[in-house]
């Protein structure tokens, strides 16, 4: 079955200090990999995605992830956060096989200015 | 904007009545999902279309739970008999590509 966990629930950063939230996921086929973000009062949106090719991707607003396939591994990257990125972050998982989109639990992020 | 449009925005009912949400989703989009999202969690699966065939349900959701898609366009959602364990956001998505693009989701508390 199709699972994605995310380790860290709440994470508490000062301004300019560097962000690394861990996701690993769970399915024996091919995938495609997500992070969304959620700013408070607002809709999921998407923040970067993989599909294949360059496992290192970027995304908006200085966000990048590194796809390791033999962790499973999805893991979001930010070298210097603002107190904008105060958010939610959710890794999520697609089966190209099935089209299924599932979420990870997802890590609150509050930067202190 | 993100083109998915969901209504009702919020809804208040009483326990043991039905409710129903309404999802429309970007033009042609042909995959369509639920999800519903409580306080601290991710979105949690519940059903997902690919044009009109509803290809999977949750096991976790209870039989008063329905959706349809008549026509592939818009979705609804049914909660029928509703407790207050239903008490959530309910989401609504649809993708062409891969990504999907999410409404801004439909507020239920059950009183």
């Known amino acids: 079955a199709q699972s994605v966990s995310q380790h860290n629930h709440h994470v508490i950063l000062s301004e300019a200090a560097s962000l690394e939230l861990g996701c690993n996921y769970s399915y024996g086929g091919t995938v495609n990999l997500f992070w969304y973000v959620q700013y408070p009062g607002q809709h999921l949106q998407l923040l970067l995605k993989y599909f294949s090719g360059d496992p290192l991707v970027k995304g908006i607003k200085g966000f990048e992830a590194e796809f390791i396939k033999s962790k499973f591994s999805f893991n979001l990257r930010k070298p210097s956060v603002q107190w904008s990125d105060t958010a939610e972050y959710f890794c999520a998982v697609i089966s190209s096989n099935t089209g299924k989109l599932i979420f990870g639990q997802g890590t609150t992020l509050q930067v202190k200015p | 904007d993100t083109g998915v449009s969901q209504n009702p925005r919020h809804k208040i009912t009483k326990r043991g009545q039905n409710v129903t949400f309404r999802c429309d989703p970007i033009?042609?989009?042909?995959?369509l999902y639920w999800y519903r999202q409580t306080l601290g969690q991710g979105p949690e699966f519940l059903t997902y279309?690919?044009?009109?065939?509803?290809?999977?349900k949750s096991r976790l959701l209870s039989d008063r739970f329905s959706a349809e898609r008549p026509k592939g366009s818009f979705s609804t959602l049914e909660i029928q008999r509703t407790e207050q364990g239903d008490s959530a956001m309910y989401l609504c998505?649809?993708?062409?590509?891969?990504?999907?693009?999410f409404g801004q989701g439909t507020r239920l508390t059950v009183v």
């Open positions: 033009s042609e989009h042909n995959r």
């Open positions: 279309f690919q044009n009109e065939a509803q290809l999977e």
């Open positions: 998505a649809s993708s062409l590509a891969p990504e999907a693009f």
